[in-house]
């Protein structure tokens, strides 16, 4: 039956840095880059409408994840504050086409932490991923529990795209009783003058054992022609579960590890690792409290401390979360 969908998400986190940056900043922690204040990560709205055939889906909102995750993109404007629009077409059977701006199908987690098992996100998410495209995709069912699509974006983190370049995409993926598989290729030039293709492969299994128990593990690898002789390199790991002893309390550890072989992402050449362990409790359908301890590592000092003193090679963040999702669906008469 036609319907429309209304979401809507009200986040608020405090993250404690033990390094005590002079600057405030929380380094690696994505949309919570604040140490040592409450801040709003996110005010969202969420519309999406399906007619059978034909539908769309609208995400707007305001907040440090909006600043943040469009803060590298060339246009402004309204796009600050729209994370996902984009139509959908169903032109025969389970053949789904998406025209728009969408988040990226690389990685495991998305980019909403009430998503996700923990609230921060790892280190391959912020370092190793893009996070949204604009362009065109597609994906069908082809038996057997698999699928398989092919994507034409403009590029990563823009809307006005790569000077023209494109970045084409081919997934599959399968889904079992108990775990399921996925699998993304990226070929395309990212960068804004010159050329140098980007060649990234991410590979997900996700684990479904129980209600109580679930979780995934994910590679990623990718090799960037840069504009003058050479090339960069970035690989690595990561695995999160989840533990549900009751309906109303979990909890997620997470580890991951990443290698930016030649500083392309990172800034400077490291290897970085990261342990994240995050309690969670539902004391309302509707409401989301969580306690997260985390700890970074690098192989170079990289975390910033109080004035005065040296980089580290360690940071220590503890964050709180509270957040409130709220659903509505409404039918929607056929003719």
């Not at 709205?45 to 305001?62: C, E, K, N, P, Q």
């Not at 996700?206 to 090339?231: H, L, M």
């Not at 590592?297 to 509270?322: H, K, M, T």
């Amino acid at each position: 039956m036609p319907h429309i969908q209304f979401d809507g998400a009200l986040e608020a986190n405090a993250v404690g840095n033990f390094n005590s940056p002079a600057d405030g900043a929380a380094q690696s922690l994505g949309f919570l880059g604040y140490s040592n204040q409450l801040r709003l990560t996110e005010a969202t709205l969420s519309v999406a409408a399906d007619w059978g055939r034909t539908g769309f889906r609208l995400d707007g909102g305001a907040g440090d994840f909006y600043k943040v995750a469009m803060s590298a993109d060339a246009w402004k404007g309204p796009n600050s504050y729209i994370s996902q629009a984009y139509f959908i077409w169903r032109p025969k059977g389970q053949i789904r086409i998406e025209a728009g701006k969408f988040f990226s199908s690389v990685g495991a987690e998305l980019p909403q932490s009430y998503d996700n098992f923990n609230v921060t996100n790892s280190q391959l998410f912020w370092y190793a991923e893009p996070l949204y495209h604009i362009g065109l995709r597609a994906s069908t069912p082809i038996g057997g529990g698999f699928t398989a699509g092919a994507q034409l974006l403009s590029g990563c983190n823009t809307v006005t795209g790569s000077h023209g370049h494109q970045t084409e995409a081919l997934t599959a993926g399968w889904s079992g009783k108990h775990w399921g598989w996925s699998e993304i290729y990226m070929d395309g030039n990212e960068k804004l003058e010159g050329r140098g293709r980007r060649h990234l492969s991410d590979t997900v299994l996700n684990f479904n054992f129980s209600r109580a128990v679930t979780g995934y593990a994910e590679a990623i690898v990718a090799v960037e022609k840069r504009v003058s002789p050479g090339y960069d390199r970035w690989y690595g790991w990561a695995t999160a579960w989840r533990f549900s002893p009751t309906e109303r309390w979990c909890f997620s550890p997470r580890v991951d590890w990443l290698n930016d072989v030649d500083g392309a992402t990172t800034g400077q050449s490291q290897r970085l690792f990261e342990f994240t362990v995050t309690g969670e409790y539902h004391p309302r359908k509707f409401m989301i409290a969580r306690l997260e301890y985390r700890d970074d590592f690098s192989s170079r000092l990289f975390y910033q401390r109080a004035a005065g003193l040296p980089r580290s090679n360690r940071q220590e963040v503890v964050v709180a979360s509270l957040v409130l999702v709220l659903h509505r669906e409404l039918k929607l008469r056929g003719r």
